[in-house]
């Protein structure tokens, strides 16, 4: 037995590098290395049978790979021997070659004893050098006392761990180690009937278990599977009886249970594998009963007919080639398959495209679109000038790349009616993408087809819904996109304005170039400070002011009107809303830059009509277009019976023409201002409201911009007793802030100018805090253009003299009192005149903007030019400013 085998007091050490030879296990190596060549030379081949070396673990820091031996459980079968040994098969190349990597590896403290059971000698040639094979067998374990070197090998001083055999004797009469030995049986057994169906020769381990010593059971069942490298070193180091088996037993149990796992996974793909092969089996059947029936309508031949819709769909050859290779892949799977869904939809995609179909544009007839857009858009005349303009050149040169149009305007204009009507123009297709609230990259680009639920961008679909190459695509809102991290969606947009880069427009979801050249691309938006600046550089603005009044009155009796009575199923036979009655609509009720809300109010004027109509033809269906009505015609009423029916008798002297006329005109409800309050309710605005609210000092009409248009802004001051404080209130900004601060800091350097304080008088805020606020605190405000009405609205304060009702002003100004230029004049302007208010005040350096305003808004308002805000109050006090003497810089 190999415990009764008498160890050395040194032994010649052959270190295995994340490896553990365990006793009873057998191992294959074959020796290359220079030191390994001459341990085994010297310590086995010279000795023979009686050589004996001692096999150390060691770990290398560098080289973290294992020693990637072949465990085979069971017997040692290529030796022939019918001992229990485990043969395991290595390679020397894994084993530390040379004495100079001491410092590099890291030397286990116990080992085991093996001797060589078989010894071959072999040349390698060309080399010449020469080469062992070695099969080793383990003995038993030892303890490392001192590690040497001996030439180009290491040679270890040991003291052996091992019991001996009367301790071994004494141990196994423990009825501890007797109960744990059983369970580690039973367990065992357990693993091997589990082994028995896949490997043949597990029968021989299943007589062994039987056989076998306890102190040898733990080593040579654990050396039959494969563990990590520190199982196996714990394996070693446990010298313990009790503590190896209750390891082992640990080893044998989780073996045991990752195999039953396998088992269960295995057995669940081989019932899915027989699911889709009887699937299959049944298709099969299927496809040859439809062919003996002549039904051909199988999934073969809708791949066919997709085939054939990809030829018919003009793809580029580039394009093409990656259709045809992704058709190849969908004819090799079946239709239960879960890829086989995804790639049809992508190639029914790529054959919808409209690769190569263009719409046919008809011979563009310039006074034609000229008077299409003078019949669907009231006004706008530099803008309908800016659109000829652009078909001009297009009808001279057609494949001209024409500049990207981006119409800026408040809600209500006509900026998506306008794009329309470049479509109808050219002839061409119209489709629209709205942008707004879009925050993800791939809603321009597309979805990568590796994502579950992925799909085409906007833009490609747009095209597969207008099935043309060349439509006109609206942009919609794209100044609303935003960005978080699935992207910037205005940054994608920038290859899709490049007319350079869109020729090649990559499709994620596509993953092949598309042209988009021939698209031709129109942006709307309600502001440009939120477009990124590198995709504003790509567009042509073009700015769509509000209307004023009187444009909206034109709109709303060549527009509004017929469009409201023909959506309402009315006309102007039941419903009559007179031009004076459209303008109280537009000065009571609304007050807006666009005409939405005079559709809409419109609109309820026209639903209540319909009530009307709707229960008179419920009341007396005479027929159709006639309703019951009291004329001198009515001159008999007949009875039957019990029962009353109401008739016409028509007399002689009267003919059908004049019945119409009756009819129509006894049906036509005429609008008038009972009915507006009535259907409307109150009026929302009136002129009044400046004058009532200026009539406090303190108060002043500002007039600032938004994203809708123009609007008037009240300022209010109030002072109070304090410490010299100044409030602000009205959700305001950084820099309407600081233009507070500016102001105040201005009126109190000039106060003795401004006659606001003596010239002893030092501090014009002792004992009182100025509070000044801007109402609707819902809505935030920003931005320098209220510095002359804050200036204004301080000096009411302090010398409690009322601004003029009919006086409105913007404007930035600086510390030495110079009022500096602002933006949306156009818009302000036209803000005071809805308000009815008859002058403003503007920088004088603004007198450029006054060519946008529109002529009949000039006319009956007096615009005040200011250079200094001396000249503002000047203006804005009624009889002018009482304070003659000057500030000099």
């Known amino acids: 037995m190999a415990e009764s085998v008498e160890l050395p007091s040194r032994l010649a050490i052959l270190p295995f590098r994340n490896k553990v030879l365990l006793p009873g296990a057998i191992i294959r190596i074959r020796c290359t290395s220079a030191s390994s060549v001459k341990l085994v030379e010297q310590e086995l081949w010279q000795k023979e049978e009686k050589g004996l070396i001692g096999v150390l673990p060691v770990r290398d820091a560098a080289e973290t790979t294992s020693v990637g031996s072949a465990l085979s459980p069971g017997m040692g079968t290529e030796s022939g021997e019918r001992s229990p040994k485990v043969r395991v098969s290595t390679s020397d190349s894994q084993k530390v ?39 080793l067998e383990g003995l038993c374990r030892f303890s490392v006392q001192e590690l040497s070197a001996r030439g180009t090998y290491y040679v270890a001083r040991i003291s052996r761990l091992d019991m001996t055999k009367a301790e071994l004797d ?12 059983r369970q580690f049986k039973a367990t065992a057994m357990e693993l091997i009937s589990v082994l028995e169906q896949k490997q043949k020769t597990i029968g021989r381990t299943k007589a062994l278990l039987e056989t076998l010593p306890v102190h040898r059971l733990a080593d040579i069942f654990v050396a039959s599977f494969e563990i990590s490298f520190e199982e196996q070193l714990s394996m070693l180091d446990s010298v313990d009886l009790k503590i190896r088996l209750a390891k082992a037993m640990e080893l044998v149990d989780r073996h045991l249970q990752s195999i039953r796992v396998a088992e269960k996974i295995t057995q669940k793909v081989e019932g899915q594998l027989s699911k889709s092969q009887k699937e299959f089996l049944l298709r099969q059947q299927m496809r040859a009963i439809k062919e ?13 007919a997709l085939e054939r819709k990809m030829q018919s769909a003009g793809m580029p050859p580039n394009v093409w080639k990656q259709a045809q290779r992704e058709l190849r892949r969908l004819r090799k799977m079946q239709p239960q398959q879960p890829g086989y869904s995804s790639s049809r939809v992508y190639l029914e995609l790529l054959a919808d495209l409209p690769w190569q179909n263009a719409s046919e544009e008809c011979e563009l007839d310039l006074r034609a679109a000229k008077e299409r857009l003078d019949s669907d858009h009231y006004g706008l005349v530099k803008v309908k000038q800016r659109i000829i303009e652009y078909l001009a050149v297009r009808k001279l040169k057609p494949d001209a790349r024409g500049p990207i149009l981006c119409f800026v305007g408040p809600p209500g204009v006509g900026k998506t009616s306008l794009a329309s009507s470049i479509a109808a123009a050219l002839g061409r297709k119209f489709v629209r993408i709205s942008l707004g609230g879009v925050k993800d990259e791939a809603d321009i680009r597309g979805h990568r087809r590796t994502y579950i639920g992925s799909m085409p961008g906007r833009l490609i679909e747009g095209l597969k819904r207008v099935a043309v190459c060349n439509p006109v695509m609206l942009l919609d809102e794209v100044d609303k996109t935003g960005s978080d991290i699935r992207g910037d969606p ?3 947009l920038l290859e899709v304005l490049d007319p350079e880069q869109n020729k090649t427009f990559n499709d994620h979801y596509l993953n092949v170039p598309f042209d988009l050249s021939k698209v031709i691309f129109v942006a709307t938006a309600n502001r440009v400070q939120p477009i990124a600046p590198p995709l504003l550089d790509r567009m ?12 909206k009155l034109k709109i709303a009796m060549q527009h509004l009107i017929p469009r409201v009575l023909d959506q309402h199923g009315l006309s102007s036979e039941f419903l009559q809303i007179p031009e004076d009655m459209v303008k109280l609509v537009i000065q009571r009720y609304t007050r807006e830059a666009g005409v939405r809300n005079v559709e809409r109010n419109l609109a309820a004027l026209a639903r209540a009509a319909a009530v009307r109509v709707a229960e008179q033809e419920q009341t007396v269906p005479l027929s159709k277009g006639v309703h019951q009505m009291a004329t001198p015609l009515m001159d008999a009423r007949l009875a039957d019976g019990g029962a009353e029916v109401d008739m016409e008798v028509i007399p002689i002297g009267v003919n059908n023409h004049e019945i119409s006329n009756a009819f129509k005109s006894t049906s036509a409800l005429i609008v008038d201002e009972a009915m507006l309050e009535k259907v409307l309710g109150p009026p929302k605005f009136d002129d009044r409201e400046a004058a009532e609210r200026v009539a406090t000092p303190g108060v002043t009409v500002g007039l600032v911009w938004t994203s809708f248009g123009g609007e008037v802004q009240f300022v209010e001051a109030a002072a109070m007793v304090g410490k010299g404080d ?9 820099v309407i802030k600081e233009s507070a601060q500016i102001a105040l800091t201005w009126v109190r350097a000039r106060a003795a100018d401004l006659k606001l304080a003596t010239a002893g008088e030092i501090n014009l805020l002792e004992g009182r805090d100025i509070h000044i606020h801007f109402p609707a605190g819902a809505v935030p405000k920003d931005g320098p253009s209220a510095g002359v009405t804050l200036v204004t609205s301080l000096v009411s304060l302090f010398t409690q003299q009322r601004v003029r009702a009919d006086t409105a002003m913007t404007g930035e100004m600086t510390l030495r009192g110079l009022v500096l230029p602002v933006g949306g004049i156009k818009d302000k302007i036209l803000a005071a005149h809805r308000y009815g208010i008859k002058r403003v005040i503007l920088p004088e350096r603004n007198l450029k903007d006054l060519v946008e305003v529109p002529s009949a808004v000039r006319n009956c308002m007096e615009i005040v030019l200011v250079k200094r805000v001396e000249d503002v109050l000047e203006q804005a006090f009624e009889g002018g400013c009482p304070w003659k003497q000057r500030a000099k810089l």
């Open 540 to 551: 042509e603005v073009i700015e769509l002011p509000g209307y004023t009044p009187e444009e």
């Open 97 to 135: 070659d040379g004495i100079n990597q001491q410092e590099l590896i890291h030397w286990h403290k116990r080992g085991v004893a093996a001797r060589a059971l078989h010894l071959s000698r072999g040349v390698e040639k060309p080399s010449g050098r020469v080469t062992y094979i070695v099969v």
């Open 170 to 181: 004494q141990a196994e009469q423990d009825p501890d180690l007797i109960a744990l030995s």
């Open 292 to 304: 003996e029936l002549g039904d051909n309508d199988d999934d073969e031949d809708d791949v066919a």
């Open 490 to 492: 205005a940054s994608a």
């Open 726 to 734: 100044l409030h602000l209130t009205g959700q305001l900004g950084d």
